[in-house]
């Protein structure tokens, strides 16, 4: 079956502007995660999605950053004013929360640069 | 919060067993994971372990010692294909939701 599928796969866009970047999970999971991957840092948590309940927001660095997930699928990540420091792989992951390992399965990532 | 420690760095010989550390402080724990990831890919699963002692997978292995903050991924028969970045992540306690810390990764080299 289809894995985790993340557009696009690479965004330039210039200091200030708006993006936009979008994550299908695999069909059936109820969790959604989006991490980022800054060069020489581990993967940060964002931002966490568990079928109705309200996001785990702890994660978004600056109310720059929004995210939301549209009948439970699809999620889109927003980042507002782009900043050059915003700069990294934005990586989507997601799970079926009912077992319990609860594995994360990511996705490729989009990697942004700011210019 | 969670702190997470692995080297940055090793190189390993085609056919060999290489171990990977990695040690962690953590205000919660409720499992560990190791992921590889080759350069421009996904992270992909590779184990888990929430209680001590050795888990195998054919030719990967983990290890974990809670009360050391400890755990290891063992690679054996060590092939080209190996040459990645390792990542060893934390998830918190539970009620804290699935999210896990990462460390920085381990970049390991195979050569021949």
């Known amino acids: 079956g289809a894995g985790v599928s993340q557009s696009p796969s690479n965004k330039v866009t210039e200091k200030g502007k708006d993006v936009e970047l979008r994550c299908d999970p695999i069909?059936?999971?109820?969790?959604l995660y989006w991490y980022r991957q800054s060069l020489g840092q581990g993967l940060e948590f964002l931002i966490y999605?568990?079928?109705?309940?309200?996001?785990?927001k702890s994660g978004l660095p600056s109310d720059r950053f929004s995210a939301e997930r549209t009948g439970g699928s699809v999620s889109t990540l927003t980042i507002q004013r782009t900043q050059q420091e915003d700069s990294a792989v934005y990586l989507c992951?997601?799970?079926?929360?009912?077992?319990?390992?609860?594995?994360?399965?990511f996705g490729a990532g989009t990697r942004l640069s700011v210019l | 919060g969670q702190n997470i420690d692995q080297p940055t760095e090793m190189t390993a010989t085609e056919g060999a067993i290489v171990q990977i550390n990695c040690t962690y402080q953590?205000?919660?724990?409720?499992?560990l994971f190791w992921y590889q990831q080759h350069a421009g890919e996904a992270p992909t699963f590779l184990s888990y372990?929430?209680?001590?002692g050795l888990e195998e997978k054919g030719r990967f292995s983990s290890f974990l010692s809670r009360s050391k903050g400890y755990s290891y991924l063992l690679l054996k028969e060590l092939q080209m294909k190996d040459s990645a970045s390792y990542l060893c992540?934390?998830?918190?306690?539970?009620?804290?939701?699935?999210?896990?810390?990462f460390g920085t990764g381990t970049q390991l080299k195979v050569e021949l």
């Open positions: 069909s059936g999971h109820t969790a």
């Open positions: 999605f568990q079928g109705n309940s309200a996001p785990d």
């Open positions: 992540a934390v998830r918190g306690p539970t009620g804290g939701g699935n999210k896990l810390t």
């Open positions: 992951a997601s799970s079926l929360r009912e077992l319990a390992k609860n594995i994360q399965y």
């Open positions: 953590t205000s919660g724990f409720n499992g």
């Open positions: 372990n929430v209680l001590d």
